[in-house]
């Protein structure tokens, strides 16, 4: 299975916004209410920031929010803050019954 | 507080197996299911596999023909086998909790390094 298309980086200033979008099929995003969102600071494991296409867990930010559409899911980060710097990596469930993932995408707060 | 640790060898040689564990403490490994994750140098995360703790496992196709998964609920733990490894199985390894209730995987290990070399 190929991974899930993602830009390799994005940048934005503080208190800025910016999306990244996750690109899929009708066989894993397209199908899938399960796309979750991973925030991975290096050394650290990396965490859920979305869940089930929007959903954020108990203590992530609002400042994270999650959408799809088609095929495309999107994660958008308001009010950028330096800590945000991380990589971004979406998940889909497919319908094989496996998990996929993005290539990751490198945000860079400037 | 569900807590993960990956335990294993650091060092691999090549065409052996690498065999890695995850511990699972602070709640039972019952009713979830479980993962392996990995991490290349300079690359991204890639799904290996899962398994239920009544034993049902999915694996990625990249490595199905080389990967075993299996859970003992009475130690609490799951493990990971990776035969005839080369250096490109060389990353961090990671054990995750799959909560199919949110899609998601909730809780994860701390990750360990694993190299293949002779």
């Known amino acids: 299975q190929s991974a899930l298309t993602q830009p390799a980086s994005v940048s934005g200033s503080p208190g800025q916004s910016i999306t990244i979008s996750c690109s899929g099929s009708s066989t894993d995003v397209g199908n899938s209410n399960y796309v979750s969102w991973y925030q991975h600071h290096p050394d650290r494991a990396p965490k859920v920031i979305i869940y089930?296409?929007?959903n954020r867990p108990s203590g992530v930010s609002n400042r994270f929010s999650g959408s799809k559409s088609g095929n495309t899911a999107s994660l958008t980060i308001s009010g950028l803050q330096a800590e945000d710097e991380a990589d971004y990596y979406c998940?889909?469930?497919?319908?094989?019954?496996?998990?996929?993932f993005g290539g990751g995408t490198k945000l860079i707060v400037l | 507080q569900v807590q993960l640790q990956e335990s294993g060898p650091g060092l691999v040689k090549p065409s052996a197996t690498l065999s890695l564990t995850c511990t699972v403490s602070g709640g039972p490994i019952s009713r979830y299911y479980w993962s392996w994750i990995r991490q290349s140098p300079g690359k991204g995360l890639e799904w290996i596999a899962y398994i239920y703790y009544s034993g049902t496992t999915k694996y990625n196709p990249s490595v199905e023909s080389r990967a075993t998964v299996s859970v003992d609920t009475s130690e609490n733990h799951f493990t990971l086998n990776l035969k005839s490894v080369t250096v490109a199985d060389t990353a961090t390894y990671y054990c995750?909790?799959?909560?199919?209730?949110?899609?998601?995987?909730?809780?994860w290990g701390q990750g360990t390094m694993v190299t293949v070399s002779s």
């Open positions: 995750a909790r799959w909560a199919f209730i949110s899609g998601a995987f909730d809780i």
């Open positions: 089930d296409v929007s």
């Open positions: 998940t889909s469930y497919t319908t094989s019954r496996t998990v996929i």
